[in-house]
């Protein structure tokens, strides 16, 4: 019998962030069959706050050329505002990730223009053939937003336990107000992220890297007395 703890572990340990894609896109079922997963997440009150959207095909396409266009014109505007700052261990985690990112595709640090480039893939969606924009509701305040990201956290596994591979994007809620223009979200409702999603490109060399964890001790205090 097979242990629920290995598998949950598996997932957990193969998962990672996806920054090339391939073209071909994911059946209908298999997409319903990934919110259902998702839409297991427990949530304060079971208020269920995501509410989400997500393109295929044509819609895809068409999302990612205004949103090209968008990007010339206009700074980014998040609903949710972005950190404020990164310091300490934080700047230190984000950095590694950053370097092993740009080592992977022969990017130097010097290099600001190719860095520019790389960056502007976010918005290309990384190829990917769908994207989800999750929102919540503005009068739910901060702890809608909390229980969207465990929504975010095991449509993420879901997808991993089906075979796809996805990369969640705060850089797309960077530019909300055109996605509430785009999409017709409505003013009380707030983006939190983008989640591209699709099939890996597993040959690409920027899906070879992964990131580490820091060890239980410096995130977790055990009380006994």
């Known amino acids: 019998m097979t242990d629920p703890f290995d598998v949950l572990k598996s997932l957990l340990d193969d998962r990672y962030t996806c920054r090339q894609f391939l073209p071909d896109e994911v059946p209908a079922a298999d997409i319903v069959s990934?919110?259902?997963?998702?839409?297991?997440?427990?949530?304060?009150?079971?208020?269920?706050?995501?509410?989400?959207?997500?393109?295929?095909?044509?819609?895809?396409?068409r999302f990612k050329k205004a949103l090209a266009e968008h990007l010339l014109v206009r700074p980014q505007e998040p609903d949710i505002a972005f950190p404020a700052a990164y310091s300490g261990d934080y700047q230190a985690r984000r950095r590694e990730c950053g370097f092993q990112l740009y080592d992977s595709v022969g990017i130097s640090k010097d290099d600001g223009e190719a860095r520019l480039r790389q960056m502007l893939r976010n918005f290309e969606l990384f190829d990917a053939p769908h994207v989800a924009i999750v929102t919540t509701e503005v009068d739910l305040g901060i702890y809608g937003a909390v229980d969207c990201g465990l929504w975010v956290s095991n449509f993420l596994l879901g997808a991993q336990a089906l075979g796809l591979a996805a990369a969640p994007q705060a850089a797309l809620a960077g530019y909300s107000p055109f996605l509430h223009d785009h999409f017709g979200i409505p003013g009380n409702r707030q983006v939190v992220v983008g989640i591209s999603f699709g099939y890996a490109d597993s040959a690409h060399p920027i899906n070879q890297f992964r990131t580490s964890r820091a060890p239980v001790p410096e995130v977790a205090i055990l009380l006994d007395k």
């Open 34 to 61: 990934l919110l259902e997963l998702a839409q297991r997440t427990p949530s304060w009150c079971n208020t269920q706050p995501w509410q989400v959207v997500v393109t295929s095909g044509e819609a895809t396409a």
